[in-house]
């Protein structure tokens, strides 16, 4: 069983880069990346998990995920705190690598070329 995707990864800080990347698409890969248990929430051919508790552990909110996720038709209304990572959806709504499209809207939106 393949777990190898191209994610796109929006980290909280403006200072980080927004990068895709290939990554283990595991339980134990995506909690590290988000910094504790993850949830995730699924618009049409993608979805994006976050960090479950990120209110709780008071996490920087995720401006630029939260402006990607409005413009793919998905409103955080402030629940997009901390590091996003967004994944595709397969016909199983199982994993598989992040939508070209939301890789081209993320370089619009923050003005950079993000290729994996």
Not at 47 to 71: G, M
Not at 76 to 104: I, K, M, Q, S, Y
Request: contains cysteine; charged residues 25%.
């Amino acid at each position: 069983m393949n777990t190898l995707f191209k994610a796109l990864i929006i980290p909280a800080c403006t200072g980080e880069p927004v990068r895709v990347e290939p990554i283990e698409a595991t339980l134990r890969n995506l909690q590290e990346l988000v910094g504790g248990d993850i949830e995730s929430i699924a618009r049409g051919d993608w979805h994006v998990y976050l960090n479950a508790e990120s209110l709780i552990q008071n996490l920087p909110l995720n401006l630029r995920a939260a402006q990607l996720t409005y413009d793919g038709g998905l409103d955080l209304a402030g629940a997009g705190r901390g590091c996003a990572v967004f994944l595709g959806n397969d016909e199983d709504r199982g994993e598989t690598d992040v939508p070209e499209h939301l890789v081209r809207r993320a370089e619009e939106l923050f003005g950079m070329p993000l290729a994996a």
